[in-house]
């Protein structure tokens, strides 16, 4: 019959055993350290080419409903919305690395890629529907004193149009983060790479991706405090 | 000063304006009424191409304004346009409202911009809200700052489009009082409007358009004493 306290000792020792050859054998915190370098890189990497091709194609399709002008842009805007939102990330990201881009090996820059092409398409549409919802009377003002639909654009409506905005963007960013645990597909030793790869090391499943669960879950967090913040900043202008 | 030459606008199948010719002259104060969906805010919004018309010319300063090739930013940098929703910048305090054109477009230095819209804030007695963003403002203050802001440009001519109708009545007297003042200061003016004891008092000329037509015009005194058309005899009828 077993005790209280031998059983505490046993899970003790079994908790001790897990943490060690899930993080300290082989120095394996490395691996986990660098799959969260090359998860960040990746997801900033994306968001930055999302924003601003989301931003581009935003002003190209309103201006192009707006003026009747850039039609041909407009299509070729519509077709890449099409396409990216049409099909899977994995299945794109897969064709970026197998065929498009077959004769560079560096999975973390086709990664990045990949995803902020994804990304801008989804973008895109959020930024739209922002831009679309700045009263119209906020760009006839702007352009009643002269200044150019670009400027007016930039200086009046797009500002306005991000606050609108932010909480669907966060929600995109989060999307984006989860979205780059498939970067293992095309070799890439990113976050959950590491923690399949310390799994298949250890021959034991639940130190290392419980670790995994809770370091992406962590980052969400981050991102939803900084989100919130933002939020908060550019909420100044509504006071009463 | 604007000279208007069988001005057509349609929407769609809709003919707004049905061949308008007219003419204004410097520093006439024109007031234009006449029943809603006459066409009298299209009007005004063609003279500083918001809205492009279908047929005609209209000049400024002899210059064509709705030749293609015509420059309409610069076109607009000289008219001052005043709109019934103020449309105020609700990403920006009173001052950069104000300053945000003269600034951006070169014509005035922070510094100088500043100082002049300081001391147009002064006029209207708005000093101590140069800091305060538009939500924080009641409708009376918003239209003043409008009104200050397309003046900051220095315009020749001033566009009102129905400047007091989305104003409480407690509102309208100290915004009609800043029309006023800019009126006495010899500003040309197009003023759309639905005050009728305010056309009478500070236009020069009285303009009534119904169905997309300037069916009469005249001095205030025959316009509201001795109108001749059926039509504005019924529809003064009804308003005053």
Sequence with gaps: MTTAYEAVTAALEWLTRQFTITFITGNRYKLFLTGLRNTLIIAFGAVIIGTFIGAVVAMIRVYSAQSGKLRALDKLCGAYLAVFRGTPIVVQLLIMYYIVFSFIDNGISIAVLAFGINSGAYVAEIVRAGILAVDIGQTEAGRSLGLSSGKTMRLIVLPQAIKNILPALGNELIALLKDTSVAGYVTVKDLAQAGENVRTLTAEPYFSLLFVAAVYFLLVMGITKILRIAERRLAKSDRH | ?240
Excluded: W
């Design chain 2, 1 to 240: 000063m604007i000279v208007i030459e069988g001005l057509v606008k349609k929407f769609g199948a809709n003919t707004v304006l049905g061949g308008v010719t007219e003419r204004v002259r410097p520093g006439e104060k024109v007031a234009v009424i006449g029943p809603s969906g006459s066409g009298k805010s299209t009007l005004l919004r063609c003279l500083n191409l918001l809205e492009r018309p279908d047929e005609g010319r209209i000049l400024f300063d002899g210059e064509e304004i709705t030749d293609p090739k015509c420059d309409a930013d610069s076109v607009r940098r000289r008219m001052g346009m005043v709109f019934q929703h103020f449309n105020l910048f609700g990403n920006m305090t009173v001052l950069k409202n104000i300053t945000l054109a003269p600034v951006k477009l070169k014509i005035m230095t922070p510094g100088e911009a500043e100082e002049a819209a300081r001391a147009l804030l002064s006029r209207i007695g708005l000093t101590d809200k140069a800091d305060a963003y538009p939500a924080m403002l009641s409708g009376g203050q918003k239209q003043r700052v409008a009104i200050v802001r397309a003046l900051a440009m220095n315009p020749r001519v001033m566009l009102f489009d129905e400047p007091t109708s989305a104003l409480d009545p407690e509102m309208v007297g100290e915004v009609l009082d800043v029309i006023r003042e800019v009126a006495a200061a010899g500003m040309t003016m197009v003023i759309v409007t639905h005050e009728m004891g305010f056309a009478r008092e500070v236009a020069s000329r009285v303009m009534f358009i119904d169905g997309g037509r300037v069916k009469e015009t005249g001095p205030p005194k025959e316009i509201f004493d001795a109108p001749r058309d059926p039509r504005l005899q019924e529809f003064l009828s009804k308003v005053i």
